[in-house]
């Protein structure tokens, strides 16, 4: 590393403190004072678990799952579909590729491989748990989603793609999963307003519980533990679509370049 | 007392970002860079816990340490690992 290098990283980080002790003084702008929770804040801790209020709530404990799937549940819609478009594209770029066994090395040493499987059920586990929890503790489904794709990601550099492959990983079946995964979540945010339809009842898209108008609810409590309503299920799609979408991803990324090659001039085609 | 604390914890994790994401803008060696980049989001990750905000957190590790630096790692395999 060179003097320059040093003294231009000092530079930089010399710069950001001066401009975080400006805006300390209020320099740029007046500082909001941390005690003052804002009334938009203020109603979403009060209303988010708020059994007297049904109405308003999403019976929920956990106000930012609530607040992503219940009450901003359109936004975080069309976040997933943008998700899936991208991996839409990339999953086109590659189209008609196909894995072809017997190409890599095999992956890495024993000692690494057992390691990964002895590892690999704890981090998908740990991620199904985010994802159960998401409307009782931090976590959701994007969140246990992309922990489940960490053990793909693993599995992927420790073996290889041919194993995955072998083991039914493909890129039809994520594709598939990810599909179940958006499809479920649609249905999810219709479902009361197909059912109101039916028995004649006001309902609102992406209606969770009780509104004013419409007297449909998803069921709130499990065996006395709160649900979240439709929460459980957006989590559980959301989860899905996620683990599914990535490794999708990670494992279009990793095809070799004499698979994607072949496909490319004519040969192999399936 | 604590308040102090996290203050203090969330300003060295922030001049540590600067310093690391500088390095990894002028790192050659591109799998070096990436490691660079990851120690970055690891310092954001912990950022966001003193921010308390641990739904960001959750989605911040796995992203910015496991599944970005992986997709990152595989393409520069697939060309130069060092940028001319």
């Known amino acids: 590393m060179k003097v320059t290098d040093l003294v231009v990283a000092a530079s930089i980080v010399a710069l950001a403190l001066l401009l975080s002790y400006a805006m300390f003084l209020g320099g740029i702008g007046p500082v909001p004072v941390r005690s003052e929770l804002r009334t938009l804040a203020l109603n979403y801790i009060l209303l988010t678990y708020n059994p007297v209020k049904v109405v308003y709530s999403a019976l929920a404990p956990e106000g930012v799952t609530a607040i992503v799937w219940d009450y901003r549940g359109l936004d975080t819609y069309f976040e997933t579909a943008v998700m899936f478009l991208a991996i839409i594209s990339v999953v086109a770029l590659t189209h008609g590729c196909k894995v072809r066994i017997g190409l890599g090395k095999g992956g890495m040493s024993l000692i690494v491989k057992t390691t990964t499987r002895v590892l690999m059920p704890l981090i998908v586990l740990a991620g199904i748990s985010i994802t159960m929890h998401g409307w009782l503790t931090p976590g959701g489904g994007f969140q246990g989603g992309a922990t489940i794709a960490v053990a793909t990601v693993l599995a992927l550099v420790t073996y290889s793609i041919d194993t995955l492959a072998k083991h039914g990983i493909r890129k039809r079946v994520l594709l598939a999963m990810r599909s179940t995964g958006l499809i479920g979540i649609a249905l999810t945010a219709v479902a009361l307003l197909i059912i109101g339809l039916a028995i004649g009842v006001n309902a609102y898209i992406f209606q969770n519980q009780k509104r004013i108008g419409s007297p449909l609810a998803f069921p709130a409590y499990f065996s006395g533990t709160p649900t979240g309503g439709s929460l459980l299920f957006y989590n559980l799609f959301e989860a899905f679509a996620v683990s599914a979408g990535l490794s999708l991803a990670i494992i279009v990324t990793s095809l070799r370049e004499k698979e994607v090659k072949e496909t490319l001039r004519g040969e192999g085609v399936e | ?84």
Request: proline residues 4%; aromatic residues 10%.
């Open chain 2, 1 to 84: 007392m604590i308040d102090l604390i996290a203050a203090l914890l969330m300003a060295v994790a922030a001049v540590t970002s600067i310093v690391f994401t500088y390095l990894a803008v002028v790192e050659k060696n591109l799998v070096q860079a990436v490691v660079f980049s990851a120690v970055q989001s690891t310092m954001y990750a912990l950022i966001y816990f003193l921010l308390m905000a641990p739904d960001i957190v959750l989605v911040y590790l796995p992203v910015g340490v496991g599944i970005y630096p992986a997709i990152v790692l595989l393409l520069i395999k697939k060309t130069d690992k060092v940028d001319e």
